[in-house]
């Protein structure tokens, strides 16, 4: 029995853990690229998930399509945004940068109080895909739907980063920003391309949200605050590291609130008792550099 | 230099306000002062420490540590001992926090003292035997609980707090928290103790902060963790300093009145769900129309004003750090 539980505890981890590395690969590459720490892109999962709620539930669209309409949503959302105003802020102090996007978040999600009260949600779909039986252990459809459109988001953005133009452009202007304009790169639209990728990887997670979860004003701020537990992980900036961090800390979770007397309500302490360990014995992560540190 | 008579204002201010609020005697004004005066007093805690360098969003862990070490000390050793009590474990916990974070740089440090913040809040509902776990606790009410008196109590911590930001600035210590935070190495190498500043820096605030918070959690004699360790009292702190003017002592004070007059004036429009909607508003207008703050601004006006060249500015400040 005991074995049961923890091939259990462990399955819906990994599924976790797709929606995790989804998120906190956005949070990184935006890092990584610009130096900021994106406080608010947690607010950019909840408006996704609202989104693929009521367009499903108001107008019927299936909550797949509504994931990729949401990321599209969030990708044009990022763009006013960073126009609007964090390009602005990207040559002030850190203090100002660290406030920007927490003032950003603040705002999204009282609008989002305001709009739609601060009740919890759930989207009524049918599951997306039958569940998957092995054995005596049981990982229900739209679980399996979160692990694969996760790491379908993270495989691509992988992929986008080692094997085309833009991704390499990125990669120069995140190593080295004054040789990347050296080399005459435009490194403000490199910014913001950074941030439409995280938007849109923002987005289609919230669909993934909407899926599993409670739809809240909130849930945004649960989510990125485990996303900077694996990115402590993993190391600010490193997208690679990101798919280790999220798997570590959803196995971690899911232990502790399984097997951990009362550990169930524990809820995100155990990504911070990470973060803390973590950065103590390596200041820049596990998997980081020293070089934005 | 500030003339003797600009270095006082804040002082005869904050005396006068609290007397005529106290003579006044009307309940709205009593509680917002109070509400102003504490957050004040954390926002010039914040500012203490990141002269130093060190921009944290881990204030929250000793609002919260303030409130429940009165609370958990008073029964056990008295009420005197216990305000005692808050000072020590506050200072312990920063000593600690500042030792563990102190060869992180910029946003990792930031993180991490979040991190802080939040596992405190864990900590308090894992062990409900010592903590009343998400239930909370009932700190000693301050004052019996007589508004007038706890304005008064809480005013003279505002005292204290704008008498330790303005030392701080003062001759002795300003140009090596200034080279600590701008050229580490440097201070370092020119004989200025880095660690102990930094931790210093961080004792001085963390116990600020922790009286503010063991004050706030005596006004009604009861709290919850999601009360005093919520991510507000971390945010809070950061952006009314950033908002009225880093690395001075009027800033914070500035900061705190506009940012909690504004709230008020939302709380009576939008009503109690998502009044704070005119923080983050409030917070990403300054962002990106007065980046220096209110003070910067009023420096500015001065300068074209005429009353200072923009390079005479530069020489003073250089002046005053040298």
Redesign the interface.
Known sequence: MESTLLVQSLLLALTTAGLYAAIASGLTLE?GVT?I?NFAHGEFVMLGAFLTYFLYEAVGVPPLAGMVLSGLAMTALSWLVFDG?LS??LK?????Q???T??????????A??AW??DARVMHAPPLLPPLQLGDVIVPGNNLVVLLVGIALYAGMIWFMRHTRQGLLLRLAADDPQLAVLAGVDVTRMFRLSFLIGGLTAGVSGGLVALILYVQPLVG?DLV?RA??I??LGG?GSIGGALIGAVLLSAAENLTATFVP?GG?????V???I??LV??VR???LFGSER?? | MKTGLTRLLPYVLILLVTLALVWIDKPFWIQLAIGVAITAITALAWDIL?RTGQ?S?GSAAFFGIGSYTLAIFEPLIGLTLAWVAVVVVCALAATLLGL??L??????F???T???A??M???V??FPDWTGG?GGIAPPVLADGDPRWQLGLIGLLLLAAVALSDTLLGLRFRPAFFMIRTKPELAAASGVPVVHMKIFAFIVSGVLIGLAGACYGGLYGYVVPTDVFT?NWS?LP??IA?LGG?DTTIGPLLGAIVLKALEEVARSV?GG?????V??????LF??GM?QGIVGLLRKAGKLAGRRTATGEKKKERERHA
């Not at chain 1, 927490?102 to 609008?111: A, C, E, H, Q, Y």
């Not at chain 2, 769900?273 to 909607?277: A, E, L, P, S």
């Not at chain 2, 923080?279 to 990403?284: F, L, N, P, S, W």
């Open positions: 890092f130096g720490i105003f602005r802020v002030q102090d850190e203090h100002n660290i406030l920007a927490i003032g950003l978040s603040i705002l999204l999600i009282n609008l109080m305001i009260t601060p701020v605050m900077f537990a990115v402590a600010l009362g309500s524990w809820g995100y302490g990504a911070f008792v973060i803390v950065l103590v200041p820049t992560g934005r540190a | 990141s921009v969003l563990l974070t060869r992180l740089r910029r946003m990792y930031a993180i991490a979040l991190g802080f939040l596992s809040q864990v900590l509902v894992v998400s991510t945010v950061l952006a950033t880093m939008i769900t998502g009044y704070q909607v923080y983050g508003a409030v917070i990403i962002v990106i980046p």
